[in-house]
């Protein structure tokens, strides 16, 4: 058996800046390993029971989060809103049919690529660290040299990659996670 030290995020912890190894390994590692879902959507209820990130059918990220589905819902109501004012009250009652038509398709153009932008930044993994990862079977599996550092996560025993952070609303460590933004009610990450 090797020397391996793993750290975890409770416990005081070396530069990760100064040990580019242990960096590049679990960066490595978390780019080469096919995500795992956090929890499984199975008959509308999670595996694990409780609120946080759903992979559904492997495919889609959603968070599940009452404020930032209130968030998202009053976004497409703001749009509506919108649409209603722009189309009904500003254009239709315009005496120039040739101007309304161009303007409420250049309108509706641009509400749709902005509700399809916000659909995709909510739906998107945000770079989400396979969770459960950091058992030492599998620590022992990545053959590190004696004296390398693996960085954990105590929150989902994680194998925590360089700039990756917990975030307490999806329940994963996040690469390059800047916020959790309850406006796309997703997490603002290295995937979007």
């Known amino acids: 058996h090797s020397a391996i ?19 590049a390994v679990a960066n490595a590692y978390c780019d080469s390993v096919e995500k795992l879902p956090q929890v499984i959507e199975v008959s509308g209820r999670s595996r694990d029971g409780g609120p946080g990130s759903v992979m559904l059918g492997g495919k889609v990220w959603f968070v599940k989060d009452g404020c930032g589905v209130t968030c998202a819902v009053f976004t497409y109501l703001l749009v509506l809103y919108a649409e209603f004012v722009v189309m009904g009250v500003i254009l239709f009652p315009s005496n120039s049919l040739v101007y ?26 945000p770079g989400a660290v396979p969770k459960g990862n950091a058992t ?41 996670m800047d916020h959790h ?12």
Not at 5 to 23: L, Q, R
Not at 137 to 154: D, N, T
Not at 181 to 192: K, L, M, S, Y
Request: overall charge neutral.
């Open 5 to 23: 030290t793993v750290v975890s995020d409770d416990e005081p912890s070396p530069s990760s800046e100064g040990n580019p190894v242990a960096n």
């Open 181 to 192: 933004c309850p406006w796309v009610n997703n997490c603002v990450g290295e995937g979007n």
């Open 136 to 176: 030492q079977e599998y620590i022992e599996g990545l053959g590190l040299k004696p004296g390398e550092v693996v960085y954990k996560c105590s929150k989902c025993s994680s194998i925590k990659p360089e700039r990756a952070h917990h975030c307490s609303v999806c329940r994963r460590c996040i690469r390059k």
């Open 100 to 125: 309304s038509i161009i303007n409420a398709v250049i309108f509706n153009f641009f509400a749709f690529l902005a509700v399809a932008s916000h659909v995709k930044a909510m739906l998107t993994d």
